[in-house]
């Protein structure tokens, strides 16, 4: 009798590869660490200064470096070899959080301190995660970049629903210091994971040349490639409008639904839980749907969840919008990051990707913080309500001027289908 196999799911197919798996695991371990990070210093800045302006801000400044650095990470991370660059950033990445789990243990933790290492921990991020995503595309088939993209994803959110849940547990028995050790540690899964990784060999020209003649050319690529600049644009107006319920859930548990650190751990995690239900489905959908519709339905609907969340009265409400905002947000931002990396050759793919996190990065920075400070003037749901309304409202304006940017191309040009991966020799 033939053994019974389960069907397995589209979206997994990146993991049947050694390497993909190895990494992202350990990326997995450190984002956990992370996001233990991230909600004790939240809960730590709400309360001890009440104001959303300042939560708003220190989260800013870990984006900030994006907007100068993003463009030097992509060439550099063209130039070098990426698995050694991306273990050079986790080593600095380990050392700055170690400095803040010392300050913490000392009881000399203050928001000067939290914002300067935010700001440096930012810095290091920017310069080294093109090397990251771009060495994850490496460890993939070119047709399954959507799906590693996906993963990749869930790994983040994965660890954005096991970090809230560590971080609640360890703030109540231990406080802050205890959490921020817990994210030091992490570090070293991602360089264990990375010395285990080897990338197939590649031949660029970003090594012969100049770096500034590198960083333009990635901007020049970008630039003249309709469908870029498009991705990139739509990617800016996400991260400002809507992507600040991700750095504002602090603000938004403690004022506005009278909870506490418990809440917010909830609400971090309930996204992440439907960002890695996303992560399971969207190799399905784009399968079914073309990965140009699936996107533009993201994009419409985002708007929409983004308003029913913000207006929800209580936490068992709130945790089940923002589910569906985290599953959506995926799906949108996955795809759009992985159409920017599919139009160009594998020597510029790191260049892309450092485009498109410079315009997530600015975005989401200048939104977060704005809408923080006008949260604080006029109420934080007029302000977040009316972002996400104008965002929806910019996206059917959109869809209905260019309709064909929201459709499948039937016939796609045989050079833009073979672009990205038609050098061999990688």
């Known amino acids: 009798m033939p053994a019974l196999r389960l069907p397995r799911l589209a979206s997994l197919r990146p993991f049947d590869h050694p390497g993909f798996f190895a990494v992202w695991l350990g990326a997995l371990v450190s984002n956990v660490g992370t996001w233990m990070e991230t909600v004790a210093m939240g809960v730590y800045v709400t309360q001890t200064t009440g104001k959303a302006g300042w939560t708003g801000a220190i989260v800013a ?21 990426r698995r050694a660059y991306a273990a050079v950033g986790a080593v600095l990445q380990a050392l700055l959080a170690g400095v803040l789990t010392l300050l913490a243990f000392r009881n000399q933790l203050s928001l000067g301190a939290i914002g300067v290492i935010s700001f440096l921990n930012g810095s290091v991020s920017t310069l080294t995660n093109p090397a990251f995503s771009a060495l994850l595309a490496e460890l993939v088939p070119p047709h399954e970049l959507h799906l590693a993209t996906s993963l990749n994803s869930a790994q983040f959110n994965l660890g954005r629903i096991m970090g809230p849940t560590l971080a609640a547990l360890v703030l109540a028995s231990g406080g802050p210091p205890w959490a921020l050790l817990a994210n030091t540690l992490s570090f070293f899964a ?55 319920f991700i750095g504002l859930v602090p603000v938004f548990a403690i004022r506005e639904l009278g909870q506490g650190a418990a809440a917010t751990s909830l609400l971090v995690s309930c996204q992440g839980a439907g960002a890695v239900a996303a992560a399971l489905v969207v190799g399905t ?25 913000w207006l929800t009265p209580s936490l068992p409400l709130a945790a089940c919008c923002i589910f569906l ?25 790191a260049r892309m990707n450092s485009l498109y996190s410079m315009v997530l990065g ?45 459709e499948n191309e039937a016939n796609p040009s045989p050079a833009v289908a073979v672009q990205p991966f038609s050098d061999g020799s990688h």
């Open 61 to 81: 400044l870990s984006f900030l470096p994006a907007v100068v650095l993003a463009p030097l990470g992509g060439a550099l991370a063209d130039r070098f070899d």
């Open 190 to 244: 991602v360089i264990v994971a990375l010395s285990r990784v080897t990338p197939p060999p590649r031949e660029t020209k970003a090594a012969r040349e100049e770096l500034w003649a590198g960083i333009v050319r990635g901007i020049s690529v970008a630039r003249e490639d309709a469908d870029i600049s498009l991705v990139l644009l739509g990617t800016a107006l996400v991260a400002a409008l809507v992507a600040p």
């Open 285 to 309: 959908l784009s399968d079914v749907m073309g990965q140009r519709r699936l996107r533009g339905f993201a994009a419409l609907s985002i708007g929409v969840i983004g308003m029913i969340y």
């Open 325 to 349: 905002l985290g599953a959506n947000y995926l799906t949108l931002m996955s795809g759009l990051s992985a159409s920017c990396q599919n139009r160009v050759p594998r020597d510029l793919q």
């Open 362 to 406: 600015v975005g989401y920075s200048l939104g977060v913080w704005l809408q923080g400070e006008l949260a604080d003037l006029l109420g934080l749901r007029l302000v977040t309500v009316a972002c996400a309304f104008l965002f929806f409202a910019l996206v059917l304006t959109a869809r209905m001027l260019r309709p064909h940017s929201f």
